[in-house]
């Protein structure tokens, strides 16, 4: 099984798996399964630091984010505690809040069973079998020129995708070119229709992965020719 730690440049990804993983699981369930791990999903999205392993929010924030007293709280919580998938890394003392992190391995553990449900790519995946290639490289004439950053995302984003794939960079990525950006939309440019296509629908994934790798704030790419 891959790690589960949400690292590198498959991060993003990786943080809608287990996301993914863990709503399969709630939906195999009865309607307490369903609310326990919704308020879960619900708090990660909002608080959760992946980077760090750290949710430190407090009793009462997390009632008025899930719409409950703080007694329920304390009651789901404990139930979080129960099953693993909540440890606690500091107690809370003196005003400070209580400091959790969650168990990936026993999470994944209590949701393997369900990832069939998801689709089979999906479970390959989760249980760390590669995806296959299907990006055809074209025969490049001589060596592809290592990118030159000028500061923006994308340049930046060029570098991260010749490292892991020089022969696609060089066949298909190096001829993109930065057309704008609004808000969280970043457009590329094709040199022809058929190129920003192929692009479009083998190596999009591929392109907004790296993007967000160098620009969290990226949500969408959008190819022009």
């Not at 003196?94 to 969650?102: A, H, N, Q, S």
């Not at 490049?140 to 960079?169: F, I, K, M, N």
């Not at 629908?201 to 790419?221: C, E, K, N, P, W």
């Amino acid at each position: 099984m891959l790690s589960p730690k949400p690292v590198g440049r498959d991060a993003s990804a990786r943080k809608y798996d287990i996301i993914t993983a863990l709503g399969a699981h709630a939906l195999s369930g009865d309607k307490h399964d369903h609310r326990l791990v919704l308020r879960l999903i619900t708090l990660v999205t909002a608080r959760y630091n992946w980077a760090r392993n750290e949710l430190a929010v407090g009793q009462r924030e997390i009632a008025r984010l899930w719409s409950v007293d703080e007694r329920t709280v304390k009651r789901e919580m404990a139930k979080l505690r129960g099953c693993g998938w909540l440890i606690v890394k500091r107690q809370g003392a003196r005003g400070r809040v209580t400091e959790y992190g969650l168990d990936l391995d026993v999470i994944l553990d209590a949701t393997r069973q369900h990832w069939p449900n998801v689709g089979p790519d999906f479970d390959l995946r989760m249980q760390g079998a590669p995806e296959p290639s299907r990006v055809v490289p074209l025969p490049v004439r001589g060596a592809v020129p290592l990118p030159v950053s000028d500061g923006s995302e994308w340049s930046l984003a060029q570098a991260v995708l010749h490292a892991e794939d020089a022969g696609a960079y060089g066949s298909w990525l190096h001829h993109l070119t930065r057309e704008s950006r609004a808000g969280g939309r970043l457009t590329l440019h094709a040199p022809s229709r058929f190129h920003g296509a192929y692009v479009q629908t083998h190596l999009l994934g591929r392109v907004l992965m790296a993007v967000q790798a160098v620009d969290s704030d990226v949500s969408q790419i959008v190819i022009t020719a």
